[in-house]
């Protein structure tokens, strides 16, 4: 298995074997391990581009309104773990941010403001009508940014169309969905 996850990552990673030793690397390891347990391969497929996704659209978001683009990134990774290690989603922000302390806790990645910033992202993300704090705000529009450019030819979830048109005005794309 471990030769497997180490495969995966030098593709994920574009075969920097010396970046690996950096948080975000960390943290990245761990969870490649879980999503690779996951049964249904079609889910696993979805938890991978939905993880990673997130993740650097976080970090693009993030670069963009000058927040810390390392932990956003780490959010992204970490924000809907909890529903596909359980195969579970009721509840998902508020047990997504347990998992996501303890995973933070257990690796020792982060200062407890860290860790307090990541988990407070994760456990408000689901609430996409509403604005939180400004690195609470990358999460959620990486999110909806995921969605939305995973296929541009598939419609905008209704839901989503707000905030997707908000952020293709802030990257300088004129277009009216
Ligand atoms: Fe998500």
Do not use: W
């Amino acid at each position: 298995m471990d030769k497997h996850i180490e495969k995966i990552q030098k593709y994920l990673h574009n075969g920097r074997a010396e970046d690996m030793d950096n948080r975000i690397e960390r943290l990245r390891k761990y969870i490649d391990e879980i999503l690779l347990n996951m049964k249904d391969t079609e889910e696993r497929r979805c938890a991978y581009l939905h993880l990673y996704g997130v993740s650097q659209a976080c970090a693009m978001i993030a670069l963009k309104r000058n927040q810390n683009v390392e932990l956003a990134t780490m959010a992204g990774m970490l924000h809907d773990l909890h529903s596909y290690k359980t195969m579970n989603t009721e509840n998902h922000a508020e047990k997504g941010a347990v998992l996501a302390r303890q995973i933070l806790e257990e690796l020792s990645l982060t200062t407890e403001d860290e860790t307090d910033l990541i988990c407070s992202a994760i456990l408000n993300h689901s609430s996409k009508a509403i604005t939180h704090s400004s690195f609470d705000e990358v999460l959620k529009d990486a999110d909806v940014l995921q969605h939305c450019l995973y296929n541009t030819l598939f419609p905008v979830m209704e839901h989503e169309k707000c905030r997707y048109q908000k952020l293709l005005t802030e990257f300088g794309i004129l277009q009216n969905l």
